[in-house]
């Protein structure tokens, strides 16, 4: 038999490798992960390229890619490696504590998620929270160091593993995250047990919230499939380990895909509304494309500089005993003047207070309760009340206190005398939404049924069903991520909730210009957004 020389085998060897190394960059998936439309009338796209096995796709640029909104060819657009100083990341990091994980595998994920939390920059955020007969937040979004303090206090000790109510509220925090950048890192060892989500809840949950999950499983028990499905839908990765010891590896490669993203910018100039945009992708002769809804929001127009009031020069000082009516008898009929004037002031702030003070002698039942005085409209954050303020631009409101809503282009406008005030659901200076809002009457003595992390719309009538055992509040206001518009419920409320004078069976999708009545409180829903559909 004839000899195969060496620099045969070495041309062979060079041939396969180069072979594999072309399969594996053969493009396999493109995400558009998030799309903000940004104050100065651009639009940042952030994209994920993956081959087929799942690795970046590294040193793409422009030419790559071709886009087209609404039908038409945007020209000129760039590209660039996401970094976190121009797009930085909000992070829920989503940790199984349950009694499986007792023991080496806590230890070895939390060694992963420290190793993960070391590469992440300073400007990115990162929130902690832990699933198992319950779900936890160990910490809101904060810096990686408080993260870091709060894992090594963490245990895994609890019966059930309430994996599908876990995914349902990290989604949910991370839409609400610091930054418009956001992804959702879970981890688990098992499969759900006892959650009070279901796993289709979950799945319509994921549907156009572009917020990717990366989804770890490990060892024989791990919900494989639900971990691929979520992964999937999301636009995010599902990654596998046998054991626990493998897990560093897992949070190492998330970390790759985080950082070798794409920030795609364009100018767009449109009228505000709701656009579809279509990038494609060609690479080594291969195409794959990707579709994303987006809402832009214009620039709002310089604000004008404040008119110049006329200031009159003060006349020339008067040297005593010149001029005309000059000296001691100017200044004695000026002190006339203002003698008067302090003593009928006094004399109305006596009246004032002499008419309240016998108001309250005789209203029947004493003083006003306290939450009667309180204002017509507030809302609730983080458990803390703030006033609803008619915006500026508005004359008749003598409140000087900070305005939390504006009108912007959606929201909900409530006729309160002497002007009516806005609730604005769409933060247009942060292309943000408000994504679930409660509306409800305040009472003080239970306050603990308000949810710190909910969002409230205090209107103070009679009428308005406060929380209980049984709902969260009077009517619930929610954006629906898929169709960009917001929906009403009723959360069983006693006096009811209609939508334009029919009564609401069911969660409804709201309409420019629809009326919807709680009790006796009439609110209107405007939309002034511009709802385009895509021309192919």
């Known amino acids: 038999m004839r000899r195969i020389g060496f620099p045969f085998i070495l041309t062979f060897i060079l041939i396969v490798a180069l072979l594999g190394s072309a399969a594996a960059q053969e493009p396999g998936t493109l995400h558009l992960l998030d799309t903000t439309s940004k104050s100065d009338n651009q639009v940042d796209m952030v994209v994920s390229v993956l081959d087929k096995e799942g ?26 490696p996401v970094s976190s100083a121009k797009s930085p990341l909000s992070v829920i990091l989503a940790l199984d504590v349950s009694g499986s994980m007792k023991g080496a595998p806590f230890a070895a994920a939390k060694k992963a998620v420290g190793v993960f939390l070391d590469q992440l920059e300073k400007d990115d955020q ?72 279901t796993e289709a809840e979950v799945m319509s949950r994921l549907k156009g919230a572009q917020i990717p999950i990366y989804a770890l499983g490990f060892g024989p028990q791990a919900q494989v499939d639900y971990l691929k499905n979520i992964a999937g839908a999301s636009g995010g990765a599902f990654l596998f380990a046998p054991s626990s010891e493998e897990l560093s590896n897992l949070y190492t490669i998330v970390y790759d895909h985080l950082k070798n993203q794409y920030l795609l910018s364009f100018p767009f100039d449109n009228p505000g509304g709701l656009y579809t945009g279509i990038l494609k992708l060609n690479y080594q002769g291969k195409e794959l494309d990707a579709q994303r809804r987006f809402l832009h929001v214009r620039a709002q127009p310089a604000a004008m500089p404040p008119i110049a009031v006329p200031v009159t020069p003060p006349a020339p000082a008067t040297a005593p005993g010149t001029g005309s009516g000059a000296g001691t008898g100017e200044t004695w009929f000026t002190m006339q003047y203002l003698l008067i004037g302090l003593l009928i002031l006094g004399v109305v702030s006596l009246g004032t207070v002499g008419t309240i003070f016998l108001r309250r002698r005789v209203r029947p039942g004493g003083p006003v309760p306290a939450s009667r005085q309180a204002d017509p409209v507030r809302e609730m954050v983080q458990g803390k009340l703030h006033p609803v303020n008619t915006p500026s631009g508005f004359s008749g409101d003598p409140r000087t206190t900070r305005i939390i809503s504006s009108p912007g282009q959606v929201g909900l406008r409530i006729d309160v005398p002497p002007v009516p005030i806005y609730f604005g659901l769409l933060d247009e200076a942060n292309n943000r939404n408000l994504t679930d809002i409660i509306i409800t009457r305040y009472d003080p003595d ?21 929380p209980n055992e049984e709902r969260a509040g009077h009517a619930r206001v929610f954006f629906d ?56």
Do not use: C, M
């Open 446 to 466: 239970i306050q603990e049924r308000y949810a710190s992390e909910s969002h409230y719309l205090i209107l103070e009538d009679k009428t308005i069903s406060r």
């Open 126 to 197: 990162v929130a902690l929270l832990t699933f198992g007969s319950s779900v936890q937040l160990a910490t809101n979004f904060t810096k990686k160091h408080v993260v870091r303090d709060a894992l090594e206090n963490l245990e895994a000790n609890e019966k059930w593993t309430w994996l599908y109510q876990a995914t349902y509220e990290a989604l949910e925090r991370a839409a609400r995250g610091p930054t418009s950048r956001a992804a959702v890192v879970l981890l688990t060892d098992g499969k759900d047990e006892g959650s009070p989500r």
């Open 481 to 536: 991520a898929e169709t960009q518009r917001y929906k009403i419920e009723d959360l069983g409320s006693f006096s009811g909730t209609k939508l334009n004078d029919v009564a609401l069976t069911g969660s409804t999708s709201l309409e420019n210009g629809d009326v919807i009545t709680l009790g006796v409180v009439i609110l209107n829903y405007y939309d002034k957004r511009v709802f385009t559909e895509t021309k192919y």
């Open 55 to 80: 690795t970046p796709l590294k040193g793409l640029t422009a030419a790559n890619f071709t886009l087209w909104v609404e039908g038409r060819e945007v020209k000129g657009f760039s590209l660039e």
